[in-house]
Structure formats: structure tokens, C-alpha cells
């Protein structure tokens, strides 16, 4: 059983940062990409920021410049670090992270509330 365990978020003023963080637990070979989505109220899930074990990254086009995503594979972690943050950003971010047990699935954490006020 592999379990995402999601930390952070929280309530900040507009042009604030949080971070949040995502830890994963259980039996597995290896995790492949990670990434964190958002889900606002009356709207689709959507991705906000990959990364591969690699390394390499990529953004939604309404957080490049804002949002940073970072792993430590050693710690089955992905960060997600949010800077100049706006009322939009408000919303429940979803850890996801692709692992490799008997074949490759998808895993999602619980979500954690991120609430920016204008």
C-alpha cells in the first residue's frame, strides 16, 4: 500500500508565500514523475507543476515565475514552494505521483487547503 501524505498550505495574504510538501510511504521500486494539481471550488482539477526523477520541470502557464517544484528523491518528497500569491491561487492542492510497484500507478494525497485573501 502506498499512502501520500500531504503538509502545509494554509491561509496567507495576496503577494504572500506557503509551501507545501508531499511525502510518500509504503512499498514500491521507485516513484517516477511527481506533480501537485489544485482543484478551486466549482472548477476542474488541474495541474499546477511536474517534475520527473530527473529533474526536469514544467509549469502551468498561471504559476511560471511563481511557483517552484523541487523533490528529494531520497526522501520520496516533491516541494512545491508559492510566491506572489494571488486570490486565484485559492484552492485544495493535490499531490500526485506515479510509482512503480508491480506496474505503474497513479497516487493521489488527501489534498491540503490553500486560501489566499485579497
Known amino acids: 500500500q502506498v499512502r501520500l501524505v500531504e503538509s502545509g498550505g494554509g491561509l496567507v495574504q495576496a503577494g504572500g508565500s506557503l509551501s507545501v510538501s508531499c511525502s510518500a510511504s509504503?512499498?514500491?521500486?521507485?516513484?517516477?514523475?511527481m506533480a501537485w494539481y489544485r482543484q478551486a471550488p466549482g472548477k476542474q482539477r488541474e495541474l499546477v507543476a511536474a517534475i520527473t526523477s530527473g529533474g526536469r520541470t514544467n509549469y502551468a502557464d498561471s504559476v511560471k515565475g511563481r511557483f517552484t517544484i523541487s523533490r528529494d528523491n531520497a526522501k520520496n518528497t516533491v516541494y512545491l514552494q508559492m510566491n506572489s500569491l494571488k486570490p486565484e491561487d485559492t484552492a485544495v492542492y493535490y499531490c500526485n505521483a506515479q510509482v512503480l510497484t508491480l506496474g505503474e500507478y497513479d497516487y493521489w494525497g488527501q489534498g491540503t487547503q490553500v486560501t489566499v485573501s485579497s
Open positions: 509504503g512499498v514500491f521500486f521507485s516513484i517516477n514523475a
